[in-house]
C-alpha cells in the first residue's frame, strides 16, 4: 500500500460511520429471515434488499478505511526513528550522561485544535488528524527533550530538540482547558487538553502534551522541588 493511499484511509476514518458495518450486518441478517419466512413478493424484495443493500453497508463501513488500532502501529512506526545517538557520539555530551540508565519521560497526545480531522474513539476520547511525541532525558545538568508532530493523512512532519538547563529552569505547571473546537468538515467538538508547561531562560516556555491525571501533577511539583527550589 502507497502512503497516500494511507493517507486516504485515515481521512475514511475519520469520514466514515464506525456503525455502518455493524448495520451491514444486521441488514443481512434481516435479509436471511425473509428468505426463511416464505418466498411471497413482499418477503422477496425485503430479502433483496436486506442481503444486497447490507453487504453494500457493510463493505462501505470495513473497506478502504483504517481502524483504531492502526493510529497505535502508526505512532511506534513514527517514534521508533527518535534516537538519541548524539550523546555517545557528541562530544558536547562528555561527562553530562548519567552514569547508570538514563531517566527518561515521554509525552504524547493527539493534537486538538481548529482545522484538523477530529473523531471520538470507542472510548470516548478524541482523536485527530495530529499527533504530538515529545520524550524528555535527565542528563546530569539538564533536560534534553525531542519533539515529534506528524500528520495522519499528509506527509506532514516536524522535529524539534530543547536543551533546558536546571539552573535556568523557572517555573513548573500543569496548564488544562476546556475549548470547543471546529475540524475541517466543520463539526464542533468540545476538547479537553493537558500541558506541562516548563518555563525557563528569561521567560521562555516549552508545552508538552501529558495525561490529565494527578500523575502529572506531583510530576510537576518534584521538578519544582527538585530543580527550583533546591536552587
Known amino acids: 500500500m502507497n502512503e497516500k493511499n494511507g493517507y486516504k484511509q485515515y481521512i475514511n476514518y475519520f469520514k466514515k460511520w464506525d456503525g455502518a458495518a455493524m448495520l451491514g450486518i444486521i441488514m443481512m441478517v434481516v435479509g436471511f429471515l425473509f428468505l426463511w419466512l416464505g418466498w411471497s413478493f413482499t418477503s422477496y424484495i425485503l430479502m433483496i434488499i436486506g442481503l444486497v443493500g447490507g453487504l453494500i453497508v457493510f463493505l462501505y463501513g470495513s473497506i478502504g478505511r483504517k481502524h483504531e488500532a492502526d493510529f497505535q502501529n502508526e505512532i511506534a512506526h513514527h517514534v521508533e526513528k527518535l534516537s538519541f545517538r548524539e550523546l555517545e557520539e557528541d562530544p558536547h555530551f562528555r561527562g553530562r550522561v548519567p552514569k547508570e540508565k538514563i531517566e527518561e519521560r515521554v509525552f504524547e497526545a493527539f493534537d486538538l485544535h481548529d482545522g484538523?480531522?477530529?473523531?471520538p474513539m470507542k472510548n470516548a476520547s478524541l482523536c485527530s488528524s495530529d499527533y504530538t511525541y515529545a520524550k524528555m532525558l535527565?542528563?546530569?545538568?539538564?533536560?534534553?527533550?525531542?519533539?515529534?508532530?506528524?500528520?495522519?493523512?499528509?506527509?506532514?512532519?516536524?522535529?524539534?530538540?530543547?536543551?533546558?538547563?536546571?539552573?535556568?529552569?523557572?517555573?513548573?505547571?500543569?496548564?488544562?482547558?476546556?475549548?470547543?473546537?471546529?475540524?475541517?468538515?466543520?463539526?464542533?467538538?468540545?476538547?479537553?487538553?493537558?500541558?506541562?508547561?516548563?518555563?525557563?531562560?528569561?521567560?521562555?516556555?516549552?508545552?508538552?502534551?501529558?495525561?490529565?491525571?494527578?500523575?502529572?501533577?506531583?510530576?510537576?511539583?518534584?521538578?519544582?522541588?527538585?530543580?527550583?527550589?533546591?536552587?
Open 116 to 119: 484538523l480531522y477530529i473523531k
Open 138 to 231: 535527565f542528563l546530569n545538568d539538564a533536560f534534553y527533550i525531542k519533539t515529534l508532530s506528524f500528520s495522519f493523512v499528509s506527509d506532514q512532519k516536524e522535529t524539534a530538540t530543547y536543551e533546558i538547563y536546571y539552573e535556568t529552569l523557572e517555573d513548573v505547571t500543569v496548564e488544562r482547558d476546556r475549548k470547543t473546537v471546529t475540524t475541517v468538515n466543520n463539526k464542533k467538538f468540545l476538547a479537553k487538553t493537558c500541558f506541562l508547561c516548563l518555563t525557563y531562560d528569561g521567560g521562555k516556555q516549552l508545552l508538552l502534551p501529558a495525561k490529565d491525571d494527578i500523575y502529572t501533577d506531583e510530576f510537576a511539583e518534584n521538578l519544582k522541588r527538585k530543580y527550583i527550589e533546591k536552587i
